[in-house]
């Protein structure tokens, strides 16, 4: 089972990017699928969490409005789009599989996490 974030790079405050996340070795089109991150020094934190149908999203206060989380069931992947970015936004991203069917803010939560792509906004 591996979850194999993409897309990551540096990008000017303004800017955009969009991070993709492959999931090979079974199926998580049950799972709920989500976006964390985590800054050096700091604990990783949630960003965007979406349910296994892509009916029912949540977005972290801070990239609310310039985030969006969509998912391809058929295709076995997640993606997030970020928009006017930030450089607070600077951190590895990383996708995560729920245990269960809905997407969840809480790490503790989370059944498999995926390799990180670094993502650095400049000001």
């Known amino acids: 089972v591996q979850l194999q974030a993409s897309g990551g790079g540096l990008v000017q405050a303004g800017g955009s990017l969009r991070l993709s996340c492959a999931a090979s070795?079974?199926?998580?089109?049950?799972?709920?699928m989500g976006w964390f991150r985590q800054a050096p020094g700091k604990e990783r934190e949630f960003v965007a969490a979406m349910d296994w149908r892509g009916g029912s999203t949540n977005y972290a206060d801070s990239v609310k409005g310039r985030f969006t989380i969509s998912r391809d069931n058929a295709k076995n992947m997640l993606y997030l789009q970020m928009n006017s970015l930030k450089p607070e936004d600077t951190a590895v991203y990383y996708c995560?599989?729920?245990?269960?069917?809905?997407?969840?803010?809480?790490?503790?939560?989370?059944?498999?996490w995926g390799k990180g792509t670094q993502v650095t906004v400049s000001s």
């Open positions: 070795g079974r199926t998580f089109s049950n799972n709920g």
């Open positions: 995560a599989a729920s245990r269960g069917a809905v997407g969840t803010d809480r790490t503790s939560d989370i059944r498999y």
